[in-house]
C-alpha cells in the first residue's frame, strides 16, 4: 500500500548512499551489510528482551533498507540480482525479526501464523509471475512487507512503553492479532488478484 510513495523519500537515502560509496561498498554490498545489521539487531533483542530499543532498531534498519537502492541509482548500477538480493534479504530478516520476538514474547503461535502469512503473500505474487507476466505496479495490497514491519515495529514499541495487561493479555498480544488478521485478509486479495490476472491473460 506505501510501495508506490517510497520515490518521494529518497533525498535521506542517497546521502547515506554518497557515504557507503565512498567507503568503497558496492550496492549489493550495503544489502549484505543491511541484513548483517538487521541479525544483529534480533540478537541483541533475545539478548537484552529491550523492546522499546528493539522496535526502534527495526524502523531504522527500515529506513536503512532504501539505501543500497539508492546507491544503485547514484552509480548506474541497477541489476536485476540486486533487485533480488534485496528482496531476499529483506524476508531473512523479516523471519528473524519474527522469530526473535516469538522466543521474547512466548507467543509462537501467533508469530508462526505471522511469517507464514508474510512468506505466503510474497509467494502469491511470485508464483503469479510463473503464469503470466506481471508488474510490482499492479499488486497495490493492503499489507506489504513495509506496512507489516512497520506495525509490528511499532507494536513492541507501545508495548514496552505499555507492558500491562488489557481484557487478558498484554498489548503485543493483541497487536499481533490484528496483524495476523489484516496479513491473510492481504493473502487472500492477492491470491483472489492473481486468479482474476491468470484467467484474463494469455
Given at each position: ?19 557507503f ?66 528482496a ?30 508474510a ?12 503464469e ?34 488489557f ?18 485478509g ?13 484467467e484474463?491473460?494469455?
Amino acid at each position: 500500500m506505501l510501495t508506490p510513495y517510497k520515490a518521494y523519500f529518497r533525498r535521506a537515502p542517497e546521502a547515506v548512499a554518497k557515504v557507503f560509496i565512498r567507503l568503497g561498498f558496492s550496492p549489493n554490498g550495503i544489502t549484505l551489510f543491511g541484513l548483517l545489521l538487521g541479525l544483529l539487531t534480533c540478537f541483541l533483542f533475545i539478548s537484552t528482551k529491550n523492546t522499546v530499543l528493539f522496535g526502534f532498531l527495526m524502523i531504522a534498519w527500515g529506513l536503512f533498507d532504501a539505501v543500497d537502492g539508492a546507491a544503485a541509482r547514484l552509480t548506474n548500477k541497477i541489476t536485476k540480482f540486486g533487485s533480488y538480493l534485496d528482496a531476499m534479504c529483506d524476508r531473512l530478516f523479516e523471519s528473524a525479526a519474527v522469530l526473535a520476538a516469538a522466543y521474547v514474547t512466548g507467543y509462537w503461535v501467533l508469530c508462526f501464523l505471522l511469517g507464514v502469512g508474510a512468506l505466503l503473500i510474497s509467494y502469491a505474487k511470485a508464483r503469479a509471475a510463473m503464469e503470466i507476466q506481471v508488474s510490482n505496479t499492479e499488486w497495490p495490497d493492503f499489507m506489504e512487507r513495509t506496512e507489516r514491519d512497520f506495525i509490528f515495529a511499532i507494536g513492541i514499541i507501545l508495548w514496552g512503553f505499555f507492558p500491562g495487561i488489557f481484557v487478558g493479555h498484554d498489548l503485543f498480544f493483541w497487536i499481533l492479532l490484528g496483524l495476523d488478521l489484516a496479513v491473510y485478509g492481504t493473502l487472500v486479495q492477492r491470491v483472489l488478484r492473481a486468479k482474476r490476472f491468470i484467467e484474463a491473460r494469455p
